[in-house]
T-cell receptor, first 116, second 111 residues
């Protein structure tokens, strides 16, 4: 079984719909992240959480919200989806290593979201 | 804003050839990481380089961190089709001290 599991793997939705992407991990890591990947733009950070009570905005948080339901679960919501949110979304976890220079990210397999 | 620029953006070569891809910045990074992403999967960490001038080897892959810690390179010897993928470099930076990623080099190795 994968250490970082994302559901669904693929999703097609319509403009204006609310949608939730889910992420669960069995690595026991405190830190969890949501990224989106667009061709030619690389990976961009949406939100991150260092523990259950800690939620932080990333580079591109507008139009998104998150919930950290437990150490192992971090979900991403699009309250009213729009076509330019069509992208590949990744959840990642980290144990922060022995310091920021040693932080290693472990990624899920991604959710391909299409907003029509 | 710290940026990581990767080059080339695309690279298509034949099996057995050697190649080098680059990750450059005008800013100093405390460390740089390289990830490989295969189609349909998330990125997987290959290596972290920390010390200026450091060289690390992972089988046929050689990673180097520039002396000034502003750039890094990845050299692949005798490329194989299994090396095909998107190679991403990442470093701690930005206003929030999180990992920032370059846009990647998409490598295709043909048999």
């Amino acid at each position: 079984d994968a250490d970082v599991t994302q559901t669904p793997r693929n999703r097609i939705t319509k403009t204006g719909k609310r949608i939730m992407l889910e992420c669960s991990q069995t690595k026991g890591h405190d830190r969890m992240y949501w990224y989106r990947q667009d061709p030619g733009l690389g990976l961009r950070l949406i939100y991150y959480s260092f523990d259950v009570k800690d939620i932080n905005k990333g580079e591109i948080s507008d139009g998104y919200s998150v919930s950290r339901q437990a150490q192992a679960k971090f979900s991403l919501s699009l309250e009213s989806a729009i076509p330019n949110q069509t992208a590949l979304y990744f959840c990642a976890t980290s144990d922060a290593g022995t310091g920021v220079t040693n932080e290693k990210l472990f990624f899920g397999s991604g959710t391909q979201l299409s907003v029509l | 804003t710290q940026l990581l620029e990767q080059s080339p953006q695309f690279l298509s070569i034949q099996e057995g050839e050697n190649l080098t891809v680059y990750c450059n910045s005008s800013s100093v990074f405390s460390s740089l990481q390289w990830y490989r992403q295969e189609p349909g999967e998330g990125p997987v960490l290959l290596v972290t380089v920390v010390t200026g001038g450091e060289v690390k080897k992972l089988k046929r892959l050689t990673f180097q961190f520039g002396d000034a810690r502003k750039d890094s390179s990845l050299h692949i010897t005798a490329a194989q089709p299994g090396d095909t993928g998107l190679y991403l470099c990442a470093g701690v930076g930005g206003s929030q001290g999180n990992l920032i990623f370059g846009k990647g080099t998409k490598l295709s190795v043909k048999p």
